[in-house]
T-cell receptor
Framework: DAEITQSPRHKITETGRQVTLACHQT?????MFWYRQDLGHGLRLIHY???????NKGEVSDGYSVSRSNTEDLPLTLESAASSQTSVYFC??????????????FGNGTRLTVT | KQEVTQIPAALSVPEGENLVLNCSFT??????LQWFRQDPGKGLTSLLL?????REQTSGRLNASLDKSSGRSTLYIAASQPGDSATYLC?????????FGIGTKLQVIP
């Protein structure tokens, strides 16, 4: 079955360090997304990509970057981790088309703690 | 700006009860409305997707309806079971953005 795999599942890092969260999908979807989930907030979009070499900023993109070199992977990098970036991060994918046109499929998340 | 609200934030029901979860949105120009289930420590699992041209979708004991004119969607769960205990989220899909509600935490008591 197709799936989205995120790694690591848990990560503890120190303030100021660079951190990369991996996302790999076998759906062969063009659209990939990174969200963060915090208590009291709905999922918030960090970055998204509609295909290889395409990346776009979401509503909470400051301090994060992504790159898309192939269809399967969209790694999320925290350039200099801050305590405010302690959160649970979810990767998602969907078929081609506008962001809201097709079902979203999610990975199991990465819980990141910045100390 | 689309806002999605889910009420109540938490719900506890005895096993076997039929229940309705509510989702309201402010912008009727949505492409679809999607319902998800989230178990503790897990990602979101898609339950039902209602396209803007549809009124409802059904899967097993689940039925979701969409009323764009009133800005509401409901998720109906029939004959609830303890295994239905989870957080249920709705998300309104626009062309360039999907907006999530915070969710309703459901507990089904045996």
């Amino acid at each position: 079955d197709a799936e989205i795999t995120q790694s690591p599942r848990h990560k503890i890092t120190e303030t100021g360090r660079q951190v990369t969260l991996a996302c790999h999908q076998t759906w062969n979807h063009n659209n990939m997304f990174w969200y963060r989930q915090d208590l009291g907030h709905g999922l918030r979009l960090i970055h998204y990509s509609y295909g290889v070499q395409d990346t776009n900023k979401g509503e909470v993109s400051d301090g994060y970057s992504v790159s898309r070199s192939n269809t399967e992977d969209l790694p999320l990098t925290l350039e200099s981790a801050a305590s405010s970036q302690t959160s649970v991060y979810f990767c998602a994918s969907s078929e081609s088309g506008g962001m809201g046109n097709s079902p979203l499929h999610f990975g199991n998340g990465t819980r990141l703690t910045v100390t | 700006k689309q806002e999605v609200t889910q009420i109540p934030a938490a719900l506890s029901v005895p096993e076997g009860e039929n229940l309705v979860l509510n989702c309201s949105f402010t912008d009727s120009a949505i492409y679809n409305l999607q319902w998800f289930r989230q178990d503790p420590g897990k990602g979101l699992t898609s339950l039902l997707l209602i396209q803007s041209s549809q009124r409802e979708q059904t899967s097993g004991r689940l039925n979701a309806s969409l009323d764009k004119s009133s800005g509401r969607s409901t998720l109906y769960i029939a004959a609830s079971q303890p295994g239905d205990s989870a957080t249920y989220l709705c998300a309104g899909g626009g062309y360039q953005k999907v907006t999530f509600g915070i969710g309703t935490k459901l507990q089904v008591i045996p």
